[in-house]
């Protein structure tokens, strides 16, 4: 079993940044995809990013593709998301999510996959 802790939420106007981090802890032995979501209310939740714990090849919703950037660092155990040019649209609770794999490809963006979640972080951007 493994836990996350995400931090790193906030309140910004449009064209900021924020950095999202996500603390994973429980790890044993196996590897993981591991995966930021995001949820705004009375939508979906829907996929943002996802990294494959054991090459770091991503894949990234086109919503988000060139404003984020989902990277880890492993001695840390600590998982990341870089958002920069921040919309309004962009204004939801994210999450991170975990799934063990023992895949070298891609991780799916898919919700479904992923069965270890954190609490969630907000993040509000206005215009």
């Known amino acids: 079993q493994i836990q996350l802790v995400e931090s790193g939420g906030g309140s910004v106007q449009a064209g900021g940044s924020l950095r999202l981090s996500c603390v994973v802890s429980?790890?044993?032995?196996?590897?993981?995809?591991m995966g930021w979501f995001r949820q705004a209310p009375g939508k979906e939740r829907e996929g943002v990013a996802t990294?494959?714990?054991?090459?770091?090849?991503?894949v990234y919703a086109g919503s988000v593709e060139g404003r984020f950037t989902i990277s880890q660092d492993n001695p840390k155990n600590t998982l990341y998301l870089q958002m920069n040019n921040l919309e309004p649209e962009d204004t939801s609770m994210y999450y991170c999510?975990?799934?063990?794999?023992?895949?070298?490809?891609?991780?799916?963006?898919?919700?479904?996959?992923?069965?270890?979640w954190g609490q969630g972080t907000q993040v509000t951007v206005s215009s």
């Open positions: 990294i494959n714990s054991n090459n770091g090849r991503t």
């Open positions: 429980g790890y044993g032995y196996r590897r993981y995809c």
């Open positions: 999510a975990a799934a063990a794999t023992i895949s070298w490809g891609t991780c799916k963006i898919t919700d479904s996959v992923y069965n270890y």
